[in-house]
Structure formats: C-alpha cells, structure tokens
C-alpha cells in the first residue's frame, strides 16, 4: 500500500509541476496548456486475460491532459481513467515515458471453473516506455511493465512494437490523432504462472508455465475532435495467446486464444488554463 501511495503521490507532483509551467506561460500570453476533461466510456472486454467471455462496463471517465511542445523534459501529462503517464523526455525523435495503470484481475466469480484457482486481487502495476521515431510516421517502442508490490522483481512482462502514427489538423489545436501498432510481448515465468498456470487436481493436470513470448496484438487508437470541446475516443486491440500460454489448459478447456477489447469514450473539456 506503501508503495502505490508513493508512485501516485510522484504523478501528482509532477503534474503539479506541470501545472505551474503552464501557469507561468499563461500569464506570459501563452497558449493554455492543461486541460480538465469529463465524460463516459463503453469498455467491451475480456473477462480475464485468457477467457473466452467478455463483460461490457459504462463507466463515468476523467482526465486531465497537460503538454508543451516547447519544452523537451517533462513536457506531457496524462491521467486518464485507469491509466496515468508522465513524460520524462520527448525531442520528437526520442522518447521515454513513466506510467501507471490499474488492473482488474481476476475473481472466482468470473467463471465458474475458476472456483479451484486462485483469485488475482486488483493491483496496480507501473511501467516505463521508450520510443524512437523512424521515417514516414513510423515507430518502435519497447515497454517494461511489472506490479507495484513487487517492483522489478518478480512478476513482469515487456513489449517490443512497432507503431504508425498519423495526425490530420482539423484545427491548429485539435488533430485527429490515429495510431496503429503491432507487438509481441515477452513474460516472466512468474506472470505467466500467475495467469495461465494450473494445479493438479479433478479439473487440470499440473502446469507452470516458464518465461516466454505468450502473445501477439494488433491494436489501432483514434482520436477525434468533435468540436472545440468534445472529444472521441476509439481503442481497439486484438491479442493472439501464442507459447507457453496457450498452451495452458485454462486456454484450451474453457479460454480462449483470442482476445478482443473496444473501448469508446466521449470526454468534454469544461476547464483549461
């Protein structure tokens, strides 16, 4: 507990930090860099990592969205419902990012053979992110993300992708903002153990999954300005299980190796400065 306080008290004086910059530059005539939007969001996905059922939410959603394109440190904050990023450094060819996420795990209740497994309490889980521009709108990221009880220590999972990015100017301040990406992603044997393995009992025969590139995903994110104040958002992503997860049985008894997840919100900016 010790140790999600700390992260997300670290994101809120950041962002703190940020918000004073923004400040100073307002009072010199400077474009308003923060913004304070509320809306909702559809999440369409699955149940758990690996099952073959989906759950459906309507969420209220919040955020807040701070940049400055004309500073190279600390130039972007991002909360964003479940979701907080900081960036640390970004020269429009190099970047490297700071984030936080929560995570819903995975109950008893969310099927009824899980009843022999081990519950996966929420939890939050914090990550870094490096990215290098490449010519045409292309990109290549790799992504480093483990839980915040064990921090860099046992349970974690990277990703190597490579994205498109494309922005169409609507106006000078709002672009349609489209990203593109195909990855693969790599975990330890503790994570997969944790989601994919199974015990011996009168369901499952006895399976530790060791460390492995368990899955594939194509995923596509758009942004799109409404009007000078309303916002859409569109996530789409698709995970093929591939390796030593899809060999589980829970995938091939009662899961699935494919995964799909769409999310849609609408957000409404009242506040700026």
Do not use: C
């Amino acid at each position: 507990m010790i140790k999600k306080i700390l992260i997300f008290t670290l994101l809120t004086l950041f962002s703190f930090s940020s918000t004073i910059n923004a400040t100073e530059l307002l009072n010199d005539e400077e474009p308003k860099n923060t913004k304070v939007y509320v809306g909702g969001g559809f999440f369409y996905k699955p149940t758990y990592e690996g099952s073959s059922s989906r759950r459906s939410l309507w969420i209220p959603v919040a955020g807040i969205k701070y940049e400055d394109r004309t500073r190279n440190f600390f130039n972007a904050f991002n909360f964003y419902g479940p979701q907080a990023s900081l960036t640390i450094f970004n020269n429009n060819e190099f970047k490297f990012d700071f984030f936080a996420e929560y995570e819903f795990g995975r109950q008893n209740g969310d099927d009824n053979s899980l009843r022999i497994l081990e519950e996966i309490d929420p939890h939050f889980s914090v990550g870094t992110n490096i990215e290098y521009s490449l010519p045409y709108d292309f990109s290549i990221s790799y992504e480093f993300q483990t839980d915040v009880d064990d921090f860099y220590s046992e349970s974690y999972t990277s990703d190597f992708a490579i994205n498109y990015n494309k922005n169409i100017w609507i106006t000078f301040t709002q672009p349609l903002v489209n990203t593109t990406s195909f990855s693969t992603s790599y975990a330890n044997s503790d994570y997969l153990n944790e989601w994919f393995g199974t015990p011996a009992n009168e369901m499952y025969k006895y399976y530790k999954p060791s460390s492995d590139f368990y899955k594939m995903s194509l995923s596509n994110s758009l942004i799109m300005p409404f009007s000078e104040k309303i916002v859409g958002v569109i996530d789409f992503s698709y995970d093929r299980l591939i390796g030593e997860a899809a060999d589980s049985q829970l995938i091939k008894k009662q899961g699935s190796p494919n995964q799909f997840s769409l999310m849609f919100t609408v957000m409404y900016e009242f506040y700026s400065f």
